[in-house]
């Protein structure tokens, strides 16, 4: 039996039946042919069916099967090939590449489903006894391959799926604090939440799927963090069950009680254990919420404007700038004007068009930015009307609440795009950090121009843009998306692009990942990161706290798989 | 020779000639005399001659002594007694008790003075070479007994005072980014910054005397925190250097590169490495600064009226309520009105007690509230009105500038007032804990019936008081104030007194310090506070990257002395 746990499509992102769809957006092929130099297809692909014959018996030992039901149940242990299928990979793109086309890699022999800490305690207890390997999971949608198995790994593998591990639990409303399990994924907590009139407001690019449990154990940050936090700052407290035993770590605002096992919890991509249970502010939701979008001549003036807005300490719920590529791409997904309400703002945006160029900006520089403002309504009022003075100063042109409520209805399909383009042969993803202001535009040049020698290596033409998002005191996260044609090698061009867009990252005042976690996709970094003496102390951690290497070892240091292995 | 770096008295607090005086405060002795039931004496110590006679030689080895000179320079290693006797405690009211009495405990062997990171790493491989224990020393204002020295450490003890490590070395304006040497002390940075226009925003009690690394080494939050963030939040990057190697983690906004370092590295209090450099986040000084008074008629409705301020995320520099006692023992340290001025001041505070108790306020539970904003003058002006509002919405007086002005200058004057009471045979100590907005009112009962208890058990009057600071979406921090007369064994009545107060935070939802630091003061809860599997991985992280012992061991977990054993 099959515990009832919604995952994602085995082979792709996202639930069976949705789909990027680019005949409605008349802008999209053209923009396609100009970037990479290719003509699209119409799209084939609605579904893979999945064929068990194609995974080999699980080859479990009886032993280990026997102590796993033992620890939960019968119907919580399963060796059915899908569900080790749909467990046996994150949603990194070569992990999609290689699964789609039927090359699962490694799989766990087992998946089990606690209900409960003492069941968690169980499974791990039993894992260690028998030698065999842990790796937890959520809601799969990790892309710094945290959930990739090792190839070389021979002992046996327990697939630790957190999904019946689901609830909201309790919620103290005094002090804005919910009690929710660590696999219960984003849109029940938040529709839990919102019945009662709270939000966590925790809305990362994969929240539809993702788990508070994942978010946590990746360092993950959301879409609103400029006011909600990040995972670090809205997880409170927590539990954490390991092997020799569980921690619980009460909710307090803050605390001086040395070094900080919540912020060694966080981050930890299962190395520490199985993060049951968290204890996670919460918000009233806003009276009101407004989506502002503005245009900006050029990325550096954009820049000024976002930090002078962060100078000012205006309370926003997110800002964002596209840069000129990623504008050029939003304008390409535009729907066909189809109502005579769309042709009229078709035709009104032809007008700002005009007259953009009228006043001799290069539209292919303009940069869209979006600013989020949420409170009373005199609060959103006042805000709005201290971003608008900043963005006119730097030369914007506010494009008011139009725009912004279409971005905000469209916020969670890009990774959908993904799958549209793998159909297409042409591999596209996402490297993203974060830095200080004073160093962000170095960073913008140097990607490009990481990118730009990576694809002339390559002999062919490829995409990049990019957008600001996350904005703090001291800097701001830059989101890069790069895309090209797959050639017979798609593993080392993917790695010839990956690396060279991360060394930039790290040459240039920049972090290995400002909120998508190590895995093995970024470990290659750590030490250029942390020091050589900063990722002894984790060694020292893990294999003290590990001894026996069970809990998803070859994550996050020392990686199983290294991206500059798969270099030509 | 000595270096040039300024400590505070070898017996007390702060600088010789700075005193609490009460005979300018005529409502003070008739105030302690109802507290405690005792008859002040005018002050008689000015200072204490320091006796070297008093000091035994040190033993240091001839081996160690010459390998760190040769880390170092000659002028940069002392034996000296006032050195030694000066390295050889922190600020707790215990420790200062048996100092100033002559009673100098444990000494360290040799105190050393690195002026870089080089010369650090050289004195740390030199102690573990010679199987020596380091002790980091910023400014020795640590009242957890992170500083105190293990009598029963047979093993030489080396002293390292960051003094030398000292400056401004670098400040982004672009970012708002410091790079600063952890020896700092807190009024030569602040001035430094606002030279430039800068500020750090980082005010513990302890400011004027303690070092931006020992604020990061022992997790400090300054009485500004809601604006400018605790240590945590304030420290973006830093370089801890060890005995095998040292961690440079460069300065990023957030980033998720797994478990944290920077947050195992922030309350380490000497035991990962020592913090010689860090990157701090800094602010613009602001325009306009404003704090303004209020007065609340009892606890609970001034809680819930800064809670409220929370909640409508009005943003303020500090919070701070004063509870009935705290209020009270406030007024009572007013000076004398000498000026006509300060007469008709007194004359206008008396009709405000009248129009209290004609209201119906009980003047015993009245809550004394402060507020700081800081801003444009408009947003001070803006922010200023909103709390106005919620202030007279729970019935509070609005007081305004003048008595809040006063409350700023005289902020950093209460530790004095330790020594002053020490001198009187008086032990008052401080404890403070954080928790979420729906525990505080039961912490807050707790804590007085503990004490109340406590003082009973003891026989004789004594005295508590409260006022709540450092507000958070989720809570806020309770610091409490107690004081008695000290009978036959002081440590073990102040053992009882400490012991209750920390239990009745722990049972009541608090955790055992917001600002602290754990040291030895606070270790016997850490278990109760993190899991007894937490001390565990805490441990296993302090065993594996310290195995021989040598890095401030006996602090933060299983500490070398326990106020337990102290009990009678």
Redesign the interface.
């Known amino acids: 039996m099959k515990p009832d746990v919604k995952h994602m499509k085995w082979w792709g992102w996202g639930e069976e039946g949705v789909f990027f769809n680019y005949l409605n957006k008349p802008a999209f092929a053209p923009f396609v042919k100009k970037a990479l130099n290719i003509d699209l297809r119409p799209r084939k692909i609605d579904t893979i069916a999945f064929d068990p014959a194609t995974v080999a018996e699980s080859e479990v030992p009886g032993a280990l099967l026997e102590a796993l039901v033992a620890a939960t149940d019968a119907d919580q242990v399963t060796t059915d090939a899908h569900e080790r299928v749909v467990h046996g990979h994150g949603s990194s793109v070569t992990e999609l590449l290689h699964v789609s086309r039927g090359d699962y890699g490694r799989l766990p022999e087992v998946v089990v489903y606690p209900r409960t800490d003492a069941e968690v305690a169980a499974v791990l207890a039993a894992a260690v006894e028998q030698d065999a390997v842990v790796v937890p999971y959520g809601g799969g949608t990790n892309i710094a391959r945290s959930l990739q198995l090792d190839p070389a790994e021979r002992r046996p593998i327990v697939s630790l799926d957190t999904g019946l591990l689901a609830g909201l639990y309790e919620l ?1 409303e ?4 919910a009690r929710v399990g660590g696999g219960m994924q984003g849109p029940a907590l938040e529709e839990a939440l919102n019945d009662r009139g709270w939000t966590l407001g925790h809305m990362p690019d994969s929240f539809t799927h993702s788990t508070v449990g994942g978010w946590a154990a ?4 959301g879409m609103q ?1 400029d006011k909600y936090g ?1 995972i ?1 700052d809205i997880v ?1 407290g927590m539990t954490v069950v ?1 092997p ?26 299962g190395r ?1 254990g199985v993060i049951t249970e968290l204890w996670v ?1 919460v ?2 939701l806003p009276a009101e919420r407004t989506v502002v979008a503005y245009m900006y001549p050029e990325w550096k003036t954009a820049v000024a404007a976002i ?1 002078q807005i962060s ?1 000012e ?1 205006i ?1 926003t719920t997110f800002v964002r700038i596209s840069d000129g590529n990623e504008t050029g791409f939003s304008l390409a997904t535009q729907k066909a004007a189809t109502t005579v309400k769309k042709k009229v703002e078709a035709a009104g945006q032809k007008g700002l068009w005009a007259l953009m160029r009228k006043r001799g900006w290069d539209t292919d520089q303009m940069c869209i930015s979006y600013v989020c403002f949420e ?1 009373s309504a005199e609060d959103v009022a006042r805000r709005r009307k201290a971003v608008d003075k900043i963005a006119k100063t730097h030369g914007a042109l506010v494009l008011g609440t139009g725009p912004g409520a279409l971005y905000d209805q469209k916020k969670f399909d890009t990774p959908y795009l993904r799958d549209f383009l793998l159909e297409q042969d042409v591999m596209g993803d996402v490297s993203e950090t ?6 962000l535009n170095g960073i913008h040049r140097a990607v490009y121009a990481a990118a730009e020698k990576a694809y002339q290596q390559l002999g062919r033409k490829g995409w990049v843009m990019c957008h600001l998002s ?1 904005s ?6 830059l989101y890069f998306t790069f895309a090209f044609k797959v050639g017979d090698n798609p593993d080392a061009e993917y790695a010839l692009l990956k690396t060279s867009i991360q060394q930039a990252f790290v040459d240039n ?10 895995g093995m996709e ?1 470990a290659p970094w ?1 030490e250029q ?6 990722v ?3 060694r ?2 893990f ?3 590990d001894p026996g290497r069970n809990l998803n070892p070859g994550k ?2 020392d990686p199983a798989i290294s991206l500059f292995d798969a270099l030509d």
């Open positions: 103290d005094e002090a804005g604090l990746t360092r993950s940050s963090s990040d670090a409170r390991r020799s035993g569980t921690v619980s770590l009460k909710p307090v605002p803050s605390e001086s009680t040395g070094p900080s096992l919540r912020e060694m919890f966080i981050g930890s991509e520490l502010q918000h009233r930090r100078d300490e309370p409170g974060a830095a200080p202001w004073s160093k996350h703090y005191h001291v800097g701001a996260c005042g920049g972090t290995l990942s400002h909120h998508h976690g190590v970024h750590m990161v942390v020091s050589a003496e900063g002894a102390i984790m020292s951690l294999d003290a706290t996050i240091i």
